[in-house]
């Protein structure tokens, strides 16, 4: 695996696609790790694999799976309206609906087996829709942090990264909360580097400055994730050197930038 520190903060000079794909194994996974990008392109689908779940943080939220399952959708709706995003589901349950414990990496071959061909029918389906100006972006998790979902997901991407290159060109997100931990950064982006040992993945960063606070608010939508409002990005920014400003990132072989 061939990587570079270099990190590029310039737009490429094609505008963003009405195809490009913004895939989330969870409800909230873009919002929390590519939100102020998403916000800042204004153009794209939201594709959420396993929205069928039932875990809440927020007290006096429902708890069965049909009730969470809603509101995790009608919070995936306010931010694909904010971002001005169409938003698809594959409706496959989370690991944790199915009775798995969702950092149990013993599962993740075969949960990948059990959403690879749902997903790979949704991704063809949507570069498959409306009018192409271009090669549209599939950003797609790292698996940062070792949810046995996002990790599946990431298989998934991998093993079919020559037939999805055909379509997208493919940049991995550092996924966050999970990514703020570096510790958990760093075991998540070695796996990624080893699970594609012959590519030259560069980090693309972009740092929020004045977008912080827009940022902020399109994560507090998600409001049934928290115990408490979040009043910083302490935790929805990757954890770099300590004097890194709170940022956004993604490892790809192409060249993007905000919009």
């Not at 959708?73 to 349950?93: G, K, M, Y």
């Not at 796996?191 to 400055?209: K, S, T, Y």
């Not at 049934?224 to 770099?240: D, G, H, I, V, Y």
Request: a negative charge; proline letters at 7%.
């Amino acid at each position: 695996m061939t990587t570079t520190a270099r990190e590029d903060n310039a737009m490429s000079a094609a505008p963003a696609a009405p195809v490009d794909v913004y895939l989330q194994p969870h409800s909230d996974d873009i919002c929390f790790s590519l939100g102020a990008l998403a916000h800042r392109r204004r153009r794209g689908r939201l594709l959420t694999v396993f929205p069928i779940a039932g875990y809440v943080e927020q007290p006096g939220a429902p708890r069965d799976v049909a009730a969470v399952t809603r509101l995790r959708i009608a919070e995936d709706a306010a931010f694909a309206a904010a971002c001005e995003l169409t938003h698809q589901r594959v409706e496959l349950p989370c690991a944790s609906v199915l009775g798995h414990h969702p950092f149990d990496l013993a599962w993740a071959a075969d949960n990948a087996r059990r959403c690879e061909a749902a997903l790979l029918a949704a991704l063809t389906a949507l570069d498959s829709e409306g009018p192409r100006e271009g090669q549209p972006w599939l950003f797609a998790p790292s698996g940062i942090g070792g949810h046995v979902d996002h990790v599946a997901v990431r298989i998934v991407i991998v093993r079919n990264l020559a037939q999805l290159e055909e379509r997208y060109r493919i940049g991995f997100y550092e996924d966050l909360h999970y990514a703020s931990d570096a510790r958990a950064r760093r075991e998540g982006l070695r796996r990624l580097f080893d699970e594609l040992p012959d590519r030259a993945l560069v980090r693309h960063a972009w740092p929020l400055g004045a977008e912080g606070e827009s940022k902020l608010a399109l994560i507090r939508l998600y409001a049934s994730q928290f115990a408490e409002t979040p009043r910083s990005l302490a935790r929805f920014s990757p954890a770099t050197r300590d004097d890194d400003p709170p940022h956004e990132a993604l490892w790809s072989e192409e060249s993007v930038g905000p919009a």
